[in-house]
């Protein structure tokens, strides 16, 4: 009993002495460096979004509108020329194995209102499922005997997913007569003047290649997660792209709900599969090509936000690695272009790539939880109060603009988005390095009205907030985090001096939940 006790006592006093070796020369100089790195990283993140607060402010004050900014009056009926005075308009619904929604995109597309032989909608079904492929097959006939001019696309392959669907539309020769496109995902419902609100101005500005709307989300109380979703989408909508569109015409496509002039998609090099940023990828081009890009912010069109965190996390990873893999693969390209100039070049390089798509989702899991949790365990190391309370108190708040209805759940947003940037910076760095599932492509999943027969005929209450089986839904590395979090939290509760235990102890339990996969709606295997 004596030699275990001693046993033990040597291999505690044996890793102790390790620690005392390795924390002084090593880790309290890397701490202190990558310290002063977040900061940095956080002061650019801080002054992006001041910027672009100071910016939303004046074009509200000032109602800066589209309209006034450019030329718009709507589309005149010409007695002589009949319907010709209206451009011809080929609408777009691509769509995968879309059985809860494919009904409500296709009739809100054939009810727009614009006139009959000036419109084509073409619907590109890469559907696996057969009887899914029946189904919308049979939906495209049934409005075509109404007299809607209707095309139903099919390939043997789904290469290049969204983008090749599309791509392969542009191919078809009836596509050459018509002037715009306009792109809605299978879970978007345009209102019936979509396109008399936005073909207008592509007709009287030809410097315009892009007009897009902003999302409206018919879900968004569905659960605590579509609520933590519609206030990041909408700072998303309501300043950023509000920023970009009134300071340097031009932004993000959003790959739906907007309209294009094919002349500027066909210069720019039409669509491209390199990254899973189809939409992203095709308006830098056409940045590129000095085309203009137009925000209509007041123009909503609903859709449907991910319910179920497993559908979140894989749509997460790919709108957080395809920026960065693209960045990689056009930076070159964006410095070296002679078209447009030096501030855009700085704005697509720095502020809209290099800060938004790399540094937020870095600088939130790397310094919020990761570093400052460490520097619990290393006290030598200090982090500045505004470094660690100011400025990401003040960058949450500009956040929560977008949202008010929502202020009251900023806390459980705070800690949903830090447990978010695991998954989002682990993607960003396979994006920027080009490994693993750099070009996974996951159709999200869409529940449209099923949801809510499914989760009332199949599952309970309690059981709306499980994922599925418990080896789908565990997720490790959110477990791992959430247990150090945890282990810091009650260190500095024992022994510290800095007072991060309360965040510790509630960002340790958000990541323990989401590990366990308990966000979201429960939807039960058919």
Not at 149 to 164: L, P, S
Not at 192 to 217: M, S
């Amino acid at each position: 009993m004596d030699l275990n006790i001693y046993f033990d006592h040597g291999i505690t006093s044996q890793i102790g002495l390790f620690w005392q070796q390795v924390r002084a020369p090593l880790l309290v100089p890397f701490l202190k460096i990558m310290v002063i790195l977040c900061l940095a990283m956080s002061l650019m993140l801080f002054v992006e979004k001041v910027y672009m607060g100071i910016v939303i402010v004046f074009i509200k004050i000032l109602r800066q509108k589209p309209e006034k900014k450019y030329k718009w009056e709507p589309i005149k009926d010409d007695l002589e020329l009949a319907n010709s005075s209206y451009p011809m308009v080929l609408i777009q619904l691509p769509m995968y194995n879309e059985r809860e929604v494919y009904q409500l995109s296709i009739g809100a597309a054939c009810n727009l209102s614009w006139p009959a032989d000036r419109i084509l909608i073409q619907v590109l079904d890469d559907s696996t499922d057969p009887i899914i492929k029946g189904m919308v097959e049979q939906e495209c006939k049934r409005w075509a005997s109404k007299g809607v001019n209707i095309k139903y696309e099919i390939r043997d392959n789904r290469k290049g997913y969204k983008a090749g669907a599309l791509k392969e539309g542009m191919k078809h020769n009836y596509v050459k007569m018509c002037d715009f496109v306009a792109i809605f995902d299978a879970d978007f419902q345009p209102e019936f003047d979509f396109l008399l609100r936005t073909v207008p101005f592509l007709v009287h500005n030809p410097e315009i290649g892009l007009v897009q709307a902003r999302w409206k989300f018919v879900n968004s109380d569905e659960c605590l997660l579509t609520r933590m979703q519609e206030m990041s989408l909408d700072y998303h909508f309501k300043v950023e792209q509000e920023v970009g569109s009134s300071n340097h015409a031009f932004f993000g496509f959003n790959g739906t709900a907007g309209v294009w002039r094919i002349s500027a998609l066909n210069e720019a090099g039409g669509w491209k599969d390199r990254t899973t940023v189809e939409d992203m990828d095709l308006a830098v081009r056409a940045g590129l090509k000095g085309w203009k890009f137009v925000y209509v912010g007041d123009l909503k069109v609903k859709n449907e936000l991910p319910s179920t965190f497993k559908a979140y996390r894989y749509q997460q990873h790919r709108w957080s690695c395809g920026p960065s893999n693209l960045f990689k693969k056009m930076v070159g390209e964006i410095a070296s272009n002679k078209k447009v100039s030096i501030w855009k070049k700085f704005y697509l390089i720095y502020s809209f790539f290099f800060v938004r798509k790399i540094i937020a989702h870095i600088v939130t899991f790397i310094f919020y939880c990761v570093i400052m949790p460490t520097t619990v365990l290393i006290p030598e190391v200090q982090v500045p109060i505004w470094g660690a309370v100011y400025i990401p108190s003040t960058i949450t708040l500009l956040n929560a603009v977008g949202t008010p209805r929502s202020f009251y759940l900023l806390i459980f947003w705070i800690l949903f988005e830090n447990v978010m940037s695991l998954h989002r910076t682990r993607a960003t760095f396979i994006g920027l390095f080009e490994v693993g599932r750099v070009n996974e492509w996951v159709v999200t999943e869409k529940l449209g009205d099923g949801i809510k027969v499914k989760t009332n005929m199949k599952a309970s209450k309690k059981s709306r907030f499980r994922i599925g089986e418990w080896y789908n839904k565990v997720h490790f590395a959110e477990i791992f985090v959430g247990l150090y979090l945890m282990l810091c939290g009650w260190y500095d509760y024992l022994f510290g001096k800095n007072r991060f235990y309360i965040y510790l102890f509630l960002q340790g339990i958000a990541f323990l939940v989401a590990g366990f996969g308990y966000i979201g709606v429960f939807v039960p295997n058919s």
